[in-house]
């Protein structure tokens, strides 16, 4: 049952992800209600699933990679549903839709939804820890998909090759705004996770926590080049691009380190 509400949730993103592509290949994009609701429907399913996985576990769902992906994707969601609305970046749920999407099917096509051999109590320290640290992905991730739709942009200013879709992005200035936005949110939430993660009671994997730690690094670097005026715009946007298929990747090495120990 619970899979089958992420199918229809995860064809809820290709119905958005289809429009767009029919839009732009008519050569007129209008952004309308749509997508938004296309993907509203997909997070509102993405979220039942998640609760009764979370219900027949008896903990928060991510304790294996199936499950940590598809927390990834809600998280997306979420903080789409909330920022792209805020910023009136309408345009945000088309570059967003084909991220939830890529990340839910290979989810579902990869053979990783492992039932955890070991079953323990809900720590909720420790339930705080993943929690927040996946929604800072989530901030991340959207932190990327502004910072592809700054790059198109200034790529069709660049080379005076100007779509119907470049007159429904949001100007250079308030993408750059959201950029710098989301990534605080996502370092604010990521540190809060990394924090929470020595109040669990038990010992640190090392190899974990230097994953962890790298990405913090990474996205503090980039924070701290943004507000010493070090690095340009464009660069910002790119290394937003870098940064988050760095981290996902790492979830990876986080995934195969917590077989030894419960997330």
């Known amino acids: 049952m619970d899979r089958q509400l992420l199918l229809v949730s995860t064809l809820c993103f290709l119905v958005a992800v289809v429009h767009t592509l029919l839009a732009l290949r008519n050569g007129v994009f209008h952004p309308v209600r749509f997508n938004f609701l296309a993907i509203a429907t997909g997070f509102v399913l993405q979220s039942a699933f ?150 669990t009671g038990g010992p640190l994997p090392r190899v974990k926590m230097i994953c962890a730690f790298a990405v913090w690094i990474f996205y503090g670097a980039i924070l701290q080049g943004r507000h010493l005026h070090r690095l340009a715009p464009k660069r910002i946007a790119a290394l937003c691009v870098l940064a988050f298929s760095a981290a996902v990747s790492v979830l990876w090495a986080i995934n195969f380190v917590s077989q030894s120990r419960p997330m």
């Open 50 to 199: 998640l609760s009764i996985r979370g219900h027949a576990l008896g903990r928060c769902p991510l304790t294996n990679l199936f499950e940590v992906f598809i927390f990834l994707a809600w998280s997306v969601a979420l903080i789409y549903l909330v920022i792209g609305p805020t910023y009136r970046l309408s345009l945000m749920g088309a570059f967003t839709a084909p991220l939830v999407f890529l990340i839910q099917a290979l989810a579902l096509l990869a053979p990783i939804d492992v039932p955890h051999q070991v079953r323990v109590a809900a720590n909720p320290w420790l339930e705080f820890h993943a929690s927040m640290s996946m929604i800072a992905y989530g901030a991340f991730a959207l932190a990327c998909v502004a910072g592809v739709m700054y790059l198109v942009q200034e790529r069709q200013l660049k080379t005076h090759q100007l779509h119907s879709i470049f007159y429904h992005l949001p100007p250079l200035t308030n993408l750059f705004a959201a950029i710098t936005r989301l990534l605080w949110l996502g370092f604010a939430l990521y540190t809060a996770g990394l924090v929470s993660g020595f109040f």
